[in-house]
């Protein structure tokens, strides 16, 4: 391996003083190029070939967003709170990296949303997302009103506090807190969960991941965006048009072997526990 790209928000005092302990003993292995994602968002050009990244799930989508068409394997170091996305633990990390450098792994492939915001015909905003698409309100406590079409054939109008449009690997993120299904990430599909619905018979919609998503803003109030992976906003007008379909570049998750999803459910969700009957 000839050159990789070693990641974190160097702001943050944990992951700095990790990342430059560690930064001999990368050297010893391989060349490597410390980017602080706290400051540098694209690294599209980087000529890397993987992506070693310290922190949490949002550290990962945004290298993720960052390495744009050029997406090369990327493996996290969970050093955040929750972290569904990151495949090594800080403790482990040596073992596990040396393992990776003598290739020791696999690359699997997962899909990425490719969002449009258009106003009056005109794109105002493109981006990518690994995990959800979101409307939602950022103000004010009204319902908003949003139109879904699928392939052109009108689905429903929601009268909700938002709409999600998740990919299965995004489903244990906002899509869960908002009551939608878990799907194991290999799948080819979206879930649409619609947040606070009005009308309770709204429930969340697993559709193909090769349809076109159409949603339009149908409420004219201040405060309303779109955002993409929680991390990139857009302000919305009444009239907006946000459409969503698969990319056709996909993301590179390295996979050790060390955990599995439903490992991870268990870990995270505290899956398979007795119930605690209490005492009488």
Not at 199 to 216: A, F, H, Q, W
Request: net charge positive; glycine share 10%; aromatic share 6%.
């Amino acid at each position: 391996m000839k050159k990789i790209l070693v990641l974190g928000d160097l702001s943050k005092k944990k992951i700095h003083d990790t990342i430059l302990s560690l930064k001999p003993w990368f050297e010893k292995h391989v060349v490597i190029d410390i980017v602080d994602l706290f400051k540098e968002k694209k690294i599209e050009k980087s000529g890397a070939e993987m992506a070693i990244v310290f922190g949490g799930d949002g550290a990962i989508l945004s290298t993720c967003r960052g390495l744009g068409r050029n997406q090369i394997p990327i493996v996290g170091v969970h050093m955040g709170r929750f972290g569904f996305l990151a495949e090594l633990m800080e403790k482990d990390v040596c073992a596990s990296l040396e393992k990776i450098f003598t290739g020791n792994y696999c690359i699997r492939k997962r899909m990425l949303l490719l969002c449009r915001v258009e106003r009056t015909g005109k794109t105002l905003s493109e981006s990518v997302g690994i995990n959800d698409a979101v409307i939602s309100r950022s103000s004010l406590s009204r319902l908003i009103s949003i139109k879904l079409n699928i392939n052109g054939e009108n689905v429903s109008t929601y009268r909700a506090d938002g709409l999600i449009i998740s990919t299965p690997l995004g489903s244990t993120a906002h899509s869960l807190s908002a009551g939608g299904p878990l799907l194991t990430p290999d799948l080819n599909a979206f879930v649409i969960v619609p947040i606070c619905p009005h009308t309770l018979t709204n429930r969340p919609l697993v559709v193909s991941g090769d349809v076109k998503i159409e949603m339009e803003l149908l409420s004219q109030l201040n405060g309303t965006g779109f955002t993409v992976d929680g991390q990139v906003f857009t302000e919305l007008e009444m009239g907006d048009k946000i459409k969503i379909e698969r990319s056709d570049i996909e993301v590179q998750m390295v996979d050790t072997g060390t955990r599995t999803f439903y490992g991870v459910l268990r870990e995270k969700l505290n899956w398979g526990g007795q119930p605690n009957y209490g005492r009488n």
